[in-house]
């Protein structure tokens, strides 16, 4: 039922991730039988589980190690990485300044021309090294760079802004990317992001996209929610899109992955996120903290080093373990953000889920005390849920 916000205007209520809770249901199973495989772009993955393409989350190294363990990294080709023949050197920089002279910082660094042979360098290491080269540009850089990125052989290429639709308004000196042609011209699968609402998702899968990304501003780094006040709390906008992908497939019989990306910390988001109907899910924060992370404890978004309305900071995460031990344990912390895996599977098998597309038929509550209730010591030791 929509909500009178006053004369003349109504909303519908959204829920966050923290005012939910899974229910169990009438059957258990051990954790070791949950299946996690999921499929994008044709790309078979046993843990669903993508990095965030932001520069201090992923680089060659961590595309190949996410890779190994069974997940994806996603190399952002507007970044960093191909602005600079050396990113360390650039990197230290970042993580060695202030917060107040972080921005001008930022603004300086990222203003250095990409370069496009950098662009196909960075897809051959991955290649290379055995890794997924899963890669993503803006609307604006897939129409400049796609050809390249074609060219060099990528495997999945994401088309990422802080909003992207089908119905994209343009001054006449600008042609917007068609994202349907797009599709049909480049010979890797295309995935297309972000939207929260379901006649954008389904809209993006009639153009062709092989995976839909949803979240607008959640991100830990991200500031999107605050300077724009644009933005739908995570379940509901996963919900919203994953009926998308239902009535879509039973429309077309193609079936298009949905990610929930942003706003993601721990094994307990996870979960509710796939209960609420993704696939997978897109996490930057977490993966930022593994001590192979190129960011040196740091994160920061996409929208950061933008010239003019910066969406994004720069957040200390911290150095917490290896990757693995954040994917797959053991885990050194009890706060839910090591061994995410088993986090899944464990409630997996808490809930009687065997696969994901069990897990997306799970009981779902509203429940905003989930992570206060009893918790009264942890919050005043600051320890587990209350850190």
Same mark, same amino acid.
């Given at each position: 039922?929509?909500?009178?916000?006053?004369?003349?205007?109504?909303?519908?209520?959204?829920?966050?991730?923290?005012?939910?809770?899974?229910?169990?249901?009438?059957?258990?199973?051990?954790?070791?039988?949950?299946?996690?495989?999921?499929?994008?772009?044709?790309?078979?993955?046993?843990?669903?589980?993508?990095?965030?393409?932001?520069?201090?989350? +992923?680089?060659?190294?961590? /595309?190949?190690? *996410?890779?190994?363990? &069974? #997940?994806?990294? =996603? $190399?952002?080709?507007? %970044?960093?990485?191909?602005?600079?023949?050396?990113?360390?050197?650039?990197?230290?920089?970042?993580?060695?300044?202030?917060?107040?002279?972080?921005?001008?910082?930022?603004?300086?660094?990222?203003?250095?021309?990409?370069?496009?042979?950098?662009?196909?360098?960075?897809?051959?290491?991955?290649?290379?090294?055995?890794?997924?080269?899963?890669?993503?540009?803006?609307?604006?850089?897939?129409?400049?760079?796609?050809?390249?990125?074609?060219?060099?052989?990528?495997?999945?290429?994401?088309?990422?802004?802080?909003?992207?639709?089908?119905?994209?308004?343009?001054?006449?000196?600008?042609?917007?990317?068609?994202?349907?042609?797009?599709?049909?011209?480049?010979?890797?699968?295309?995935?297309?992001?972000?939207? +929260?609402?379901?006649?954008? /998702?389904?809209? *993006?899968?009639?153009? &062709? #996209?092989?995976? =839909? $990304?949803?979240?607008? %501003?959640?991100?830990?780094?991200?500031?999107?929610?605050?300077?724009?006040?644009?933005?739908?709390?995570?379940?509901?906008?996963?919900?919203?899109?994953?009926?998308?992908?239902?009535?879509?497939?039973?429309?077309?019989?193609?079936?298009?992955?949905?990610?929930?990306?942003?706003?993601?910390?721990?094994?307990?988001?996870?979960?509710?996120?796939?209960?609420?109907?993704?696939?997978?899910?897109?996490?930057?924060?977490?993966?930022?903290?593994?001590?192979?992370?190129?960011?040196?404890?740091?994160?920061?978004?996409?929208?950061?080093?933008?010239?003019?309305?910066?969406?994004?900071?720069?957040?200390?995460?911290?150095?917490?373990?290896?990757?693995?031990?954040?994917?797959?344990?053991?885990?050194?912390?009890?706060?839910?953000?090591?061994?995410?895996?088993?986090?899944?599977?464990?409630?997996?098998?808490? $809930?009687?889920?065997?696969?994901?597309?069990?897990?997306?038929?799970?009981?779902?509550?509203?429940?905003?005390?989930?992570?206060?209730?009893?918790?009264?010591?942890?919050?005043?030791?600051?320890?587990?849920?209350?850190?």
């Amino acid at each position: 039922m929509d909500i009178i916000i006053g004369r003349g205007k109504t909303a519908r209520r959204a829920y966050g991730i923290d005012e939910i809770a899974l229910v169990p249901g009438t059957r258990t199973l051990d954790p070791s039988l949950a299946d996690t495989r999921w499929t994008i772009g044709g790309i078979e993955r046993t843990i669903p589980i993508l990095a965030s393409a932001m520069d201090g989350v +992923v680089d060659v190294k961590m /595309a190949g190690l *996410l890779s190994e363990l &069974g #997940a994806i990294g =996603v $190399l952002n080709l507007e %970044g960093i990485q191909t602005r600079y023949d050396d990113p360390e050197p650039i990197l230290d920089r970042i993580a060695s300044v202030g917060k107040s002279e972080f921005v001008g910082l930022m603004q300086e660094l990222y203003a250095k021309p990409i370069k496009p042979e950098l662009i196909k360098q960075r897809i051959t290491e991955i290649k290379k090294n055995g890794g997924i080269a899963a890669v993503s540009l803006t609307p604006a850089g897939a129409a400049q760079y796609g050809n390249i990125v074609a060219e060099a052989g990528a495997d999945l290429l994401f088309v990422q802004a802080t909003v992207v639709s089908t119905a994209h308004l343009s001054p006449e000196s600008v042609t917007p990317l068609d994202l349907q042609g797009f599709c049909q011209e480049m010979p890797m699968p295309v995935i297309f992001g972000n939207c +929260v609402t379901y006649e954008v /998702a389904l809209n *993006l899968m009639k153009a &062709g #996209a092989a995976a =839909v $990304l949803v979240g607008i %501003g959640p991100g830990a780094a991200c500031t999107s929610r605050g300077v724009l006040g644009v933005g739908v709390p995570q379940p509901t906008a996963i919900a919203d899109c994953a009926a998308a992908r239902d009535d879509y497939q039973q429309e077309t019989g193609r079936y298009v992955p949905v990610v929930a990306d942003g706003g993601i910390v721990t094994g307990g988001d996870i979960c509710k996120c796939i209960a609420c109907g993704a696939d997978a899910v897109m996490i930057g924060s977490p993966i930022a903290r593994a001590a192979e992370a190129p960011g040196r404890g740091y994160h920061w978004g996409m929208a950061t080093p933008s010239p003019v309305l910066p969406r994004g900071t720069r957040i200390n995460v911290g150095t917490t373990g290896t990757i693995e031990e954040i994917l797959t344990g053991p885990a050194k912390l009890d706060d839910g953000t090591h061994n995410l895996l088993g986090a899944l599977k464990t409630s997996m098998g808490t $809930l009687g889920a065997k696969d994901l597309k069990g897990m997306q038929d799970v009981e779902v509550v509203i429940a905003p005390s989930l992570l206060t209730e009893g918790k009264v010591y942890q919050k005043a030791q600051q320890l587990g849920m209350g850190k």
